[in-house]
């Protein structure tokens, strides 16, 4: 922890535990002294919450030369911040002359580790203004959202980043399925050679399987079945969950396959790239499914996509992803996620046994 100084008094760590670190997290949390520019708060406004869309668009995830940008759609954001029982007290943002610089938010999460259920605070979007990153936003932000999470009874977090600190439980990278070809190649998002060195790499059956359709409400019971996936850790979903995810206007897309009874589901989310050209690249990113025949599975997902007009699909290597991400037109990229918990000990875990996705 010697080039972590921020960390070194935390509560973290890596071992076989399964269980919280400390009894007394407020021990390790700092009084923070910032200039009198700077406020802590939350989200007030709908003037805040545009600034924060703004914030996130323009400084949350991009490439060190700003090649690419990631850009989530509004709704999502919206429904995210405010879905279900969070509000604008699970949030911190933080003003620099009343313009918003700094951004986090906390969602209560149960979680699987190990077969031990822990209520934990899922810890997103943490996002500082480029221009004010020199300043310990992110150390003011982390302390503020671990207090509110006290505030609510919950001492352990759990969160994801592409930066590398010495207590990962678990690491993902990111794969992508180029569908619009022509657009990739052109942009030169996607380089020629690997696609007219193996066409066929590419191809898909012309037509979705029979029985394909849009997830309905009433498929919610079996769904809620079929994503009790126990991997060693995963996220633990009430039917009510699934229905604010699946069916509010948050550009989560959900389908089922229906042979006499729903047997296979699969879903993704709508996350933009921006590429450095100016062009958009419209991506889904893989959620949460099922099936066993994940070949199958893979190919419809891509066919909708393909109708529904995205132009590439993401997925992490977790869970059962594993069962078509080598070939069937998937390309490893550079990216990665890693896994951290705060105020949690357990063993690193495989991709494979992880199945936690955090937006």
Known sequence: ??????????????????SPISINILAHLKTHNLSKEYTITSIETESDLEEVIILLSNHYISTLNNDINLIYPKKFIKWYIFNQNEGKNDCVVVKFEENVVGFVHGKSLLVRVNGKLV?????????????????????????????RGLVKGMNVGIFTGSKELPFKFGEARIFHRP?????????????????????SYFDLRPKKRFGIRRMKKEDLPLIHELIK?????????????????????NKIQSFVYENRS??????????????????????????????????????????VCKELGYDLLNA????????????????????????????????????????????
Request: net charge positive.
């Open 229 to 249: 996936n126990i991997k060693p850790i995963s996220e633990v979903f009430t039917i009510n969950q699934l229905e604010d995810i699946f069916f509010s206007d």
């Open 119 to 147: 209520n934990a605070l899922g810890i997103n979007f943490l996002c500082v203004h480029r221009e004010h990153r020199k300043k310990n936003l992110a150390n003011v932000l982390i302390d503020e959202i671990t207090k």
């Open 316 to 359: 992490l290597s977790i869970g059962d992803n594993y069962l078509f991400l080598s070939g069937n037109g998937f390309l490893p990229g550079t990216g990665k996620i890693n896994y951290y918990f705060y105020n949690f000990k357990c063993n690193y875990e495989k991709s494979s046994g992880i199945n936690f996705i955090m937006f």
């Open 262 to 303: 729903v047997t296979e589901f699969f879903s993704f989310y709508e996350i933009n790239t921006l590429y450095k050209n100016g062009t958009t690249i419209k991506t889904a990113f893989l959620y949460y499914w099922f099936s066993k025949e994940a070949k199958f599975m893979k190919e419809d997902c891509v066919l």
């Open 1 to 18: 922890m010697d080039n972590h100084t921020f960390w070194k008094d935390k509560p973290v760590g890596t071992g076989k535990d399964n």
């Open 179 to 199: 569908i619009n070809l022509s657009k990739l190649i052109d942009i030169n998002y996607l380089p020629k050679r690997i696609y007219f060195n193996n066409p």
